[in-house]
């Protein structure tokens, strides 16, 4: 069965500084790999994703991810955060189910932004 | 463009009480979901669809029934709400082709006394 494991639950970082936010994921197959972040009270927003091809992707808000098989990773990287930034953020795999594809979220994890 | 609009946003029943979330979308998707997310176990997948009059079971389908009779909307339906479903709830809609990238409604948040 597909899973996702987000190590982090919750994560601090000065206002500057660089963030890393972890991600692994259990598929058998190529895997359609996404990062969302959902504000608080809010939705949640596609940040990026990958599907095949270039192994570093890029999204909105400054963000990338980069996208390892060999150690069934998909981390996500930002090279210097800003205080909107505080937010959680959900590693997703997409798997299919009948004609379709279902996504699969880890658990999130929490970003705080210290000033 | 709205996206995907629930309603309502909040919601409080009591133990017993049925009630219906609506999810509409303006985008013609033919994927719908219904998710629920409760803390530190992300968003978890309770009944989804594939096209207007189907439906299917997600991973955590008891206490709760779905209709999509129309294309541009999914119904989220709890017949005996119980203190079990006090969550948030989301929907989300997606095309079929590709790797169906899921766009999210606010959500609506739910509490079963």
């Known amino acids: 069965a597909q899973s996702v494991t987000q190590p982090d639950i919750h994560i601090t970082v000065s206002e500057g500084a660089s963030l890393e936010l972890r991600c692994n994921y259990s598929?058998?197959?190529?895997?359609?790999l996404f990062w969302y972040v959902q504000s608080p009270g809010q939705g949640l927003q596609l940040l990026l994703k990958y599907f095949s091809g270039d192994t570093l992707v890029q999204g909105i808000k400054g963000f990338e991810a980069e996208f390892k098989r060999s150690q069934s990773s998909f981390n996500l990287r930002k090279p210097s955060v800003h205080w909107s930034d505080a937010a959680e953020y959900f590693c997703a795999v997409g798997a299919r189910v009948g004609y379709g594809n279902k996504l699969v979220f880890g658990a999130g994890t929490i970003l705080r932004v210290k000033s | 463009n709205a996206g995907v609009t629930q309603t309502p946003k909040f919601r409080v029943l009591k133990t017993g009480q049925s009630m219906t979330l609506l999810c509409a979308q303006d985008m013609n998707h033919e994927y719908m979901y219904w998710y629920r997310q409760d803390p530190g176990m992300g968003l978890r997948l309770i009944h989804y669809s594939v096209g207007e009059g189907t439906t299917a079971k997600g991973e955590v389908p008891d206490g709760y029934n779905v209709s999509r009779l129309k294309k541009q909307n999914f119904l989220l339906g709890l017949e005996s709400a119980a203190p079990s479903q006090t969550s948030v709830y989301f929907c989300?809609?997606?095309?079929?082709?590709?790797?169906?990238?899921?766009?999210f409604g606010a959500g609506t948040r739910l509490s079963v006394l």
């Open positions: 598929y058998g197959a190529t895997p359609y």
């Open positions: 989300a809609s997606s095309y079929r082709e590709g790797a169906n990238i899921q766009y």
